[in-house]
């Protein structure tokens, strides 16, 4: 069978697992830990727009936490009646929409020019969005160093080709939740 043959058909089930066939398949194939897509942008240029400093990112926390509690007060306060409903909206769309973001920033030491800050982001971060912030940092650098790789990334959230199932419930298939786009697939740490 030629490569080509082999690269328009895909197998009829992905191995995810960062230790199957999958894994040997992308090594054999140069895609992990390859070399991508340089910018052109000159070094020094590059430099100043990546410059970090303490003090924008920490006005930037600041203000998200005040509107966090602003809007957690609001709520406790208006409780009784249905106006409750609106600060309740934007409290949880600035707590779990934007921590998200302030994870993956201060996780790669982005987020301010300071580590400790960044550390300290990135722990209260990693509670709120529900992620154990030590294998998360192991698991999220993995997952940038070979990104959407099956068998090499292990954040793929949604196996390729999908295996049927369309509704949201899946309920159509029989196999209920689990059984469908919401499995992430096993993994195995270094």
């Keep these: 069978m030629s490569e080509s043959t082999v690269l328009l058909k895909p197998p009829t089930k992905l191995d995810y697992s960062l230790t199957g066939e999958s894994t040997a398949r992308a090594v054999e194939r140069e ?8 910018s052109h942008v000159p070094r020094e240029t590059m430099r100043k727009l990546l410059e970090r400093r303490d003090g924008p990112a920490l006005r930037d926390s600041l203000i998200w ?3 966090i509690l602003g809007f957690a007060y609001a709520t406790y306060f208006l409780w009784p009646t249905g106006w409750a409903t609106l600060p ?17 920033e201060a996780g790669h030491g982005t987020a ?7 550390n300290v982001l990135y722990e209260i971060a990693s ?7 030590t294998v998360w940092r192991w698991s999220h650098t993995r997952h940038h160093s070979d990104t959407i790789i099956v068998g ?3 954040e793929i959230a949604v ?31 270094p």
Excluded: I
């Design 88 to 104: 309740y909206l934007m409290y949880c769309v600035l707590y779990a929409s934007s921590s998200d973001s302030r994870w993956h």
């Design 152 to 154: 090499r990334d292990p």
């Design 112 to 118: 301010f020019k300071t580590d400790w800050m960044n």
């Design 127 to 133: 509670f709120m969005v529900m992620r154990e912030s």
């Design 159 to 189: 196996p390729r080709p999908p295996n049927g199932c369309v509704s949201a419930s899946c309920s159509r298939c029989g196999k209920g939740r689990s059984g469908c786009y919401t499995r992430r697939p096993t993994r195995s740490y």
């Design 65 to 67: 936490f005040a509107l």
């Design 31 to 38: 895609l992990a830990e390859a070399d991508w897509y340089q």
